[in-house]
C-alpha cells in the first residue's frame, strides 16, 4: 500500500506528451528519472520496512526472554530508565542498544538526547518489589568472575544482589551465566523449567530456550516436537506481527 501511494505520488510529477515533438526528448529524459526516483524510493520504504518488521520481532523476541525468565522463576526483573535530561522512558531493546561494551562503564543512552545514565533493573516478587542497579551482558559476566565460589546466600545479598539478578536478567539463571564463563557454579540447584517452556514452544528458536533453561537444544527441539510445535521462523512472525497491526 505504501509503495502504491509513493509511486501514485510520482506518477502526478511526469510530465505531459503529445503537446509538440520539441519537448519529446525532454520529455522522455524527464520519465527516465522520475520511473528511476521511483524505484529508489520503493526500495528505500521496503528497506524500511524490512527494519520496521526486524525491530519488531527483535522487541518481541527480548520480551519473550523475561517473559520465560519470569515464568520459571515466578518472579519479575524489569529494567528500567527515565532520561534525567528529556524524560524519554526508554524501551528494554533501548536500554539494551544504548550500553557500551565496556565493563567500567554501567550507562545507557537516551535515543532521543544522546544523554548517558545508569538504568535500574526492578525486581518483583510476591512480597514488594525493589529497584538495583542494571549491568549490561558484559558487565555482569565481568563482575561475576570472581565469585564462582561464593556461596548462593550470599550472592544474593545486599553486596553483590544487582549482578545476581542482572544475570538472571539476561542469562536466565545464575548457573547459566557462569556457564557462559566456562565455569561450573555448585551453589544453585536446577531450575523447573519443563512445564513453564510450554507456551514458548515455535515463539522463540529452540537454542534460545535451550540457554534460558540451562538446557540442550536438542532437549528444547524433541519437547517441541512432542508438543506439536513448528520450528520458530523470524518469517512467519514478521506476517504474524503485520497480521496484528
Not at 545508569?118 to 542494571?134: D, I
Request: proline fraction near 4%; hydrophobic fraction near 35%.
Amino acid at each position: 500500500m505504501v509503495l502504491q501511494i509513493a509511486y501514485i505520488a510520482l506518477s502526478f510529477r511526469l510530465p505531459a506528451f503529445g503537446r509538440g515533438n520539441r519537448s519529446s526528448d525532454k520529455g522522455e529524459k524527464n520519465i527516465m528519472m522520475s520511473l528511476t526516483l521511483s524505484h529508489r524510493v520503493e526500495q528505500r520504504i521496503t528497506q524500511r520496512l524490512t527494519q520496521s518488521q526486524g525491530l519488531a520481532i527483535d522487541i518481541a523476541q527480548l520480551q519473550r526472554r523475561r517473559d520465560l525468565t519470569d515464568t520459571i522463576h515466578g518472579e519479575e526483573y524489569k529494567p528500567r530508565a527515565e532520561c534525567l535530561k528529556c524524560g524519554h522512558q526508554l524501551t528494554d531493546l533501548e536500554i539494551m542498544k544504548g550500553f557500551n561494551d565496556d565493563p567500567r562503564d554501567y550507562t545507557t543512552c537516551c535515543p532521543k538526547c544522546n544523554d548517558r545514565f545508569e538504568p535500574a533493573l526492578v525486581h518483583k516478587t510476591v512480597s514488594g518489589s525493589v529497584q538495583r542497579a542494571f549491568y549490561c551482558p558484559l558487565q555482569t559476566l565481568d563482575r561475576l568472575r570472581d565469585l564462582v565460589q561464593t556461596p548462593l546466600e550470599e550472592l544474593m545479598g545486599n553486596k553483590h544482589a544487582s549482578v545476581y539478578y542482572s544475570a538472571i536478567a539476561h542469562f536466565g539463571g545464575i548457573k547459566q551465566a557462569f556457564k557462559r564463563l566456562g565455569l561450573t557454579y555448585a551453589f544453585a540447584s536446577d531450575l523447573d523449567w519443563k512445564k513453564a517452556i510450554g507456551p514458548f514452544l515455535g515463539k522463540m528458536a529452540d537454542s534460545v530456550i535451550a540457554e534460558i533453561v540451562g538446557s540442550s537444544s536438542s532437549a528444547i527441539r524433541r519437547l517441541r516436537q512432542r508438543a506439536g510445535a513448528p520450528a520458530y521462523n523470524r518469517r512467519r512472525e514478521a506476517a504474524e506481527l503485520a497480521a496484528a497491526e
